[in-house]
């Protein structure tokens, strides 16, 4: 098939949902190659989705960072298990697909298993990797398990602690979003009292989002996921500057304001992503159990804790489980995966050490998602690993100018 000037492959393999016990199931695996005009021999580039639980990117034309890895590539474009048209799970999905045995068989370990049966499937002997945010946890797992099945391996906004366990990590992002807020009230001193103002209209008024549920003012906080975003200041800025009106002498929140955050508080889109998202910290740094982590470390922030005022990051909270009507279907299983016990961590510092890989990665000095330190140390762990650090972007830089980034990705990498 012909798209954009491009050739279009699709490619479909079944594969185990567990892999030490084939006889419990499978499914099938959905992968879309585009291959760049002339470019039937050039080497495979495995795209890692970041999240977790999103499919593979949709693109509708050769640009940005989709259109820069065409030069030399032959872009592989995998759904993760669980996502797109690899066995979507969400709240349609039978209930086999919503227990913690399933949710559980959706971490990095799978995922790189999924993908060497589809390197095998696709014939090559080894292949180059990208990864963005979550992508990049993939990667390094994946040189932990098969480090000779990569050549190169580019990431951005992606490399993992090592060494820290969830409640750590998560004292670090609440403390970098910290520092992230206050830059933020810094450049819109009238933001704080805004979004106070609409904290105590929710705890006093009823307002319904178009889903048909009450907005909670605990879940209207979690828009601070924007605030580490490239244009997330103005975005929320906008948001926030006339979200009242009055209404037969009452004051309510405007439609449209009420609209544009049903949009960033819903799971709709992508329910695992808060069904599964501490559990590919489980194991990690030696804490088994990850016990709904964010949820109890913020409590060591005032701001952050329950009684507080500041938007939250990216942090899943058991209580949207109650709220969401997407996550609803999965409390049960969410509940049993907080208290699952991980044996081990998805990484293995001394494969890394060992691994023939030559990666370059983007560390992003300000990523309050992927914390710039934590990323330091892992990328001195692998063997061959070329940072490119800059505070020109946020954890979503490839949004903002991913050829540039991938252009300078290839640079490090093409070095001697």
Same mark, same amino acid.
């Given at each position: 098939?012909?798209?954009?000037?491009?050739?279009?492959? %699709?490619?479909?393999?079944?594969?185990?949902?567990?892999?030490?016990?084939?006889?419990?199931?499978?499914?099938?695996?959905?992968?879309?190659?585009?291959?760049?005009?002339?470019?039937?021999?050039?080497?495979?580039?495995?795209?890692?989705?970041?999240?977790?639980?999103?499919?593979?990117?949709?693109?509708?034309?050769?640009?940005?960072?989709?259109?820069? @890895?065409?030069?030399?590539?032959?872009?592989?474009?995998?759904?993760? =298990?669980?996502? @797109?048209?690899?066995?979507?799970?969400?709240?349609?999905?039978?209930?086999?697909? =919503?227990?913690?045995?399933?949710?559980?068989?959706?971490?990095?370990?799978?995922?790189?298993?999924?993908?060497?049966?589809?390197?095998?499937?696709?014939?090559?002997?080894?292949?180059?990797?990208? $990864?963005?945010?979550? @992508?990049?946890?993939?990667?390094?797992?994946?040189?932990?398990?098969?480090?000779?099945?990569?050549?190169?391996?580019?990431?951005?906004?992606?490399?993992?602690?090592?060494?820290?366990?969830?409640?750590?990590?998560?004292?670090?992002?609440?403390?970098?979003?910290?520092?992230?807020? %206050?830059?933020?009230?810094a450049q819109f001193p009238?933001?704080?009292?805004?979004?106070?103002?609409?904290?105590?209209?929710?705890?006093?008024?009823?307002?319904?989002?178009?889903? @048909?549920?009450?907005?909670?003012?605990?879940?209207?906080?979690?828009?601070?996921?924007?605030?580490?975003?490239?244009?997330?200041?103005?975005?929320?800025?906008?948001?926030?500057?006339?979200?009242? =009106?009055?209404?037969?002498?009452?004051?309510?929140?405007?439609?449209?304001?009420?609209?544009?955050?049903?949009?960033?508080?819903?799971?709709?889109?992508?329910?695992?992503?808060?069904?599964?998202?501490?559990?590919?910290?489980?194991?990690?740094?030696?804490?088994?159990?990850?016990?709904?982590?964010?949820?109890?470390?913020?409590?060591?922030?005032?701001?952050?804790?329950?009684?507080?005022?500041?938007?939250?990051?990216?942090?899943?909270?058991?209580?949207?489980?109650?709220?969401?009507?997407a996550l609803r279907p999965?409390?049960?299983?969410?509940?049993?995966?907080?208290?699952?016990?991980?044996?081990?961590?998805?990484?293995?510092?001394?494969?890394?050490?060992?691994?023939?890989?030559?990666?370059?990665?983007?560390?992003?000095?300000?990523?309050?998602?992927?914390?710039?330190?934590?990323?330091?140390?892992?990328?001195?762990?692998?063997?061959?690993?070329?940072?490119?650090?800059?505070?020109?972007?946020?954890?979503?830089?490839?949004?903002?100018? $991913?050829?540039?980034?991938?252009?300078?990705?290839? =640079?490090?990498?093409?070095?001697?």
């Open positions: 098939m012909k798209r954009f000037g491009h050739t279009i492959k %699709e490619h479909t393999i079944t594969v185990p949902w567990d892999y030490d016990n084939p006889a419990a199931g499978e499914f099938e695996l959905y992968a879309r190659e585009i291959i760049p005009p002339g470019g039937e021999n050039y080497p495979a580039l495995l795209y890692n989705q970041g999240g977790p639980g999103f499919p593979a990117p949709r693109p509708t034309g050769a640009t940005g960072l989709i259109g820069k @890895g065409l030069e030399r590539y032959r872009w592989i474009l995998m759904d993760q =298990r669980g996502t @797109g048209r690899s066995h979507r799970i969400d709240e349609l999905s039978p209930a086999e697909d =919503r227990t913690a045995q399933r949710l559980a068989q959706l971490r990095q370990e799978n995922i790189v298993r999924d993908a060497e049966r589809l390197r095998e499937h696709l014939g090559e002997d080894t292949w180059d990797l990208f $990864g963005q945010s979550f @992508g990049g946890f993939i990667i390094t797992a994946y040189a932990s398990m098969f480090p000779d099945s990569i050549g190169r391996a580019f990431l951005t906004g992606g490399l993992p602690t090592l060494t820290k366990g969830a409640d750590d990590l998560y004292r670090t992002t609440f403390t970098k979003l910290k520092v992230r807020h %206050e830059r933020f009230y009238w933001a704080q009292a805004r979004v106070e103002e609409i904290l105590h209209h929710l705890d006093n008024s009823e307002e319904l989002l178009p889903t @048909g549920e009450r907005l909670s003012s605990r879940r209207f906080r979690t828009i601070g996921i924007e605030l580490g975003r490239g244009t997330g200041f103005d975005s929320l800025g906008y948001l926030l500057e006339e979200p009242f =009106r009055t209404v037969n002498g009452e004051k309510r929140l405007r439609s449209d304001f009420l609209n544009n955050v049903g949009s960033r508080v819903s799971f709709q889109a992508g329910p695992l992503y808060a069904a599964i998202h501490e559990s590919i910290y489980g194991g990690v740094g030696g804490q088994a159990v990850t016990g709904w982590a964010a949820h109890r470390v913020r409590e060591e922030f005032p701001e952050f804790a329950e009684e507080g005022t500041y938007l939250t990051g990216e942090h899943i909270f058991p209580w949207q489980f109650d709220e969401d009507p999965f409390k049960q299983a969410a509940e049993e995966l907080a208290a699952y016990e991980w044996a081990s961590s998805p990484y293995d510092a001394a494969k890394l050490a060992d691994a023939p890989v030559i990666a370059s990665a983007a560390i992003y000095l300000d990523d309050i998602f992927v914390p710039f330190e934590d990323s330091l140390a892992t990328g001195e762990t692998y063997r061959d690993l070329r940072p490119v650090v800059t505070n020109r972007f946020q954890h979503n830089g490839i949004s903002e100018d $991913g050829a540039v980034i991938l252009g300078e990705l290839f =640079r490090a990498a093409d070095e001697r």
